[in-house]
């Protein structure tokens, strides 16, 4: 098959990508390089460096596709907190313009990363896709939007068109941007460094952590399953953990005493989540594999040989 990634240069894009080419297909990329890093793509990937709201470019790109996988967007919620008109703008209007590109070229099915964060603070966990959304910041209010626009003109116009709701993916050489960023490489950095590991409100937050791949394995299967038309699926471990367990076992992984330092609650996040993955392993034949202390594991031993390799560089 034929398949184009929006935001296929970034952590869940590349690995994706790679996945893809491994299983025998033609991938393309399209990204602004405002986050992602083009060198993670393997070879035989094109890589077009353009912004998802270009649709001439896209008409050009989605030539011969069978697929879209709808993965570029402006992805930190404490980011989203200070500018929500940025998120509005790449996240809903550019999930709108890929799909327009899409009716214009006639492709057929479109996989949109979606994200947990749409539950926001919920009585009951784990959470079902049937409870109704409570989007606390405006990166989750703007998956919210893109959602009802994909399930919406999806069926207008005869796309196929399915959500996968993302949990707090994490994996190897996981990118580290200076502001903002995700608690598990900051986390590994933190400790191998001998710092102290920053704690939100104590640590008692929850989150869903899921692995890479399982998060790849899932959206390889939403391409070519039967059945997910406008269909909203959890991707995630069905494990819930605190931040505070977290730390600890980085802690153990890493080998390091961590000192935990406690700070005010984070503005736009929420309490609790924990995925149900009831829908995810009917529709999808979903089933995660890699659960966080061997993930965690994983990724400490790339990030210290990937230190090896730079030094050796040096
Ligand atoms: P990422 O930042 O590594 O990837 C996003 C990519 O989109 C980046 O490469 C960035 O350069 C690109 N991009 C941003 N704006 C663009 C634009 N206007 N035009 C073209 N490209 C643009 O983030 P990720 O973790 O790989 O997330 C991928 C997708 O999965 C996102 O849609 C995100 O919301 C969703 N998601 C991720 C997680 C997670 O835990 N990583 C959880 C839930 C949902």
Redesign the pocket.
Known sequence: MQFLI?????????ALARRLVELGHSVRV????????PARLPEDVIFAR?????VPRLWTLLQGVDCVY??????SVPESVRYPREYN???VG?TVSVLEAMRDVGVKRLV??????IYGEQAQQPLHEALPPDPRSP?AVS?LAAEHYIHTIGRLWQVETVSL??????GPL??LPTAHP?VIPQFIRQALGGGSLVLHNNGAQTRDF?YLDD?VSALVAAATAPDVDRRIINVGSGVETSIRELALAVGEVTGRDVHLLNVGAESGGVSRMCADLTLARALLGYEPKVFLREGLQRMVEQDVRFSRLASREV
Not at 7 to 14: D, R, V
Not at 30 to 37: C, E, I, M, Q, W
Not at 165 to 170: G, K, L, M, Q, S
């Open positions: 929006t935001g296929g240069a970034g952590f869940i894009g590349h399209v990204d602004d390089l405002s986050a992602g890093d353009g912004d998802v709201n270009d709808h993965l570029a967007a402006r992805v703008t790449v996240n550019g949109f990363a979606s994200s947990g964060a990166y998956k709701r993302i949990f707090n993916a994490y996981q990118q995700p899921v998060v």
